[in-house]
């Protein structure tokens, strides 16, 4: 309870605007060799959504400082995987990198325009939850939340730059959206899995943290690296730290669900690879139990 109330604390000071009282510094203790990485994701999130925002990346990365279990390469690796997940790819953000690109480059002719291919509740998900529910509600019924919908963003006139400005607007509501909320239970969920892995099954701990690498993107890519991530997630790791099933390597069990991960929305090789896994887990204990 106290981690969530600390989390809600950060969101809010950046929703009001309270930057004073919480701009992120690079906390004492980081490892050898990843302060660069630490440093560059602030500057990153305080771009993408506030300071608040960027000290939320702090508070989840200091349970980690400091812990014997967690090594160098291991920390570097939880602090980049964790800032590029925290600043996904919403049309929020797409348009704030469209923008810099002027801003960063003044007098230059603007890039080709950029053209996205979004799902249609991927494109409602960014409004705040009491907005966006009920338009998810009638396009659950309608059938049409896979619908999808091509975006563009443009730096090539005016009327461009201006739809870019009002869509980065929307960053000031991006906590209180249902994209986020979704986002942020993610995240607790892999840190969590982390942390079980250091106590439950040390070995394991690395390739859990890189199944970050799964979760990326927008669109149906996105949809399907996150539904790919939980079927693994509930079906071998969290499995294993509970103590229903006996695998004593997940590291290699996770590796072979992941190269079984096909760009299949009914995930049937993930599925059976799943299944076979458990089968042989389960197996090896009933041989134990009979021998």
């Keep these: 309870m106290a981690g969530v109330l600390s989390s809600l604390r950060y969101l809010l000071a950046d929703f009001i605007g309270d930057d004073e009282e919480t701009q992120p510094f690079l906390p004492e203790g980081l490892p050898e060799g990843t302060a660069s990485i630490v440093s560059e994701a602030i500057h990153r999130l305080v771009d993408y959504q506030g300071a608040g925002y960027a000290n939320l990346y702090l508070h989840r990365l200091r349970r980690f400082i400091g812990r014997r279990d967690v090594d160098d390469a291991m920390f570097a690796e939880i602090a980049r995987l964790m800032v590029m997940r925290m600043s996904y790819e919403d049309p929020i953000r797409i348009a704030q990198l469209k923008l810099a690109e002027i801003e960063n480059n003044p007098g230059h002719p603007p890039s080709a325009d950029a053209v996205r291919k979004f799902r249609l509740d991927e494109l409602i998900s960014v409004l705040p939850a009491m907005v966006a529910e009920p338009i998810l509600d009638v396009l659950e019924r309608l059938g049409w939340v896979h619908k999808p919908v091509s975006m563009k963003f443009s730096t090539a006139t005016r009327w461009g730059i201006r739809r870019l400005r009002i869509?980065?607007?929307?960053?000031?509501?991006?906590?209180?959206?249902?994209?986020?909320?979704?986002?942020?239970?993610?995240?607790?969920?892999?840190?969590?899995?982390?942390?079980?892995?250091?106590?439950?099954?040390?070995?394991?701990?690395?390739?859990?943290?890189?199944?970050?690498?799964?979760?990326?993107?927008?669109?149906?890519?996105?949809?399907?690296?996150?539904?790919?991530?939980?079927?693994?997630?509930?079906?071998?790791?969290?499995?294993?730290?509970?103590?229903?099933?006996?695998?004593?390597?997940?590291?290699?069990?996770?590796?072979?669900?992941?190269?079984?991960?096909?760009?299949?929305?009914?995930?049937?090789?993930?599925?059976?690879?799943?299944?076979?896994?458990?089968?042989?887990?389960?197996?090896?204990?009933?041989?134990?139990?009979?021998?």
């Design 167 to 291: 869509e980065a607007a929307l960053r000031r509501w991006r906590l209180f959206s249902v994209r986020y909320a979704g986002e942020r239970v993610w995240v607790e969920r892999w840190l969590h899995m982390i942390d079980r892995s250091l106590t439950k099954q040390p070995e394991a701990a690395s390739a859990i943290v890189q199944t970050a690498t799964m979760v990326q993107g927008y669109g149906d890519a996105y949809r399907q690296g996150l539904a790919d991530w939980h079927a693994i997630i509930d079906g071998l790791v969290k499995p294993t730290f509970d103590g229903v099933l006996p695998r004593a390597d997940l590291a290699g069990a996770v590796a072979e669900a992941r190269a079984a991960a096909l760009p299949d929305p009914r995930q049937a090789a993930l599925k059976r690879t799943i299944a076979e896994i458990r089968a042989r887990a389960l197996s090896s204990r009933t041989s134990a139990a009979a021998g």
